[in-house]
């Protein structure tokens, strides 16, 4: 089963960390994704730009609204994604949990929906 394992995170207090902290968490992602791609786990994920960048579209009406910012007004926002194909859940939550923004902000798991939707 895949599951998008959402990277949630600050990034005014993710600048505030000492560079030596900093370094240590870019080491602890790149050791997990070259084991993720060793087990054939990773499908794949991307960083994202800063929130900051983020263009809000809601339709009422018919009417199209296009706002600045995220979607939500929160000091933690979607800064990237994994997509992983494990073999449960537990795994996939597993993974999260190793993931260096969950000891400071958030992992969010979930999985992803075949187009007919029929395994939910």
Known sequence: MKYMLMIYNNAAALDELPDAELET????????MEELQASGELVGGQA???AATARTVRVRGGVPAVTDG?????????AGYLIVDCETEERAVEIATRWPDARYWAMEVRPIMHTSGTEM
């Open 70 to 78: 995220p979607f939500a007004e929160s000091k933690e926002q979607l």
């Open 48 to 50: 994202l730009a800063d």
């Open 25 to 32: 968490i870019m080491d602890e992602v790149d050791a997990l």
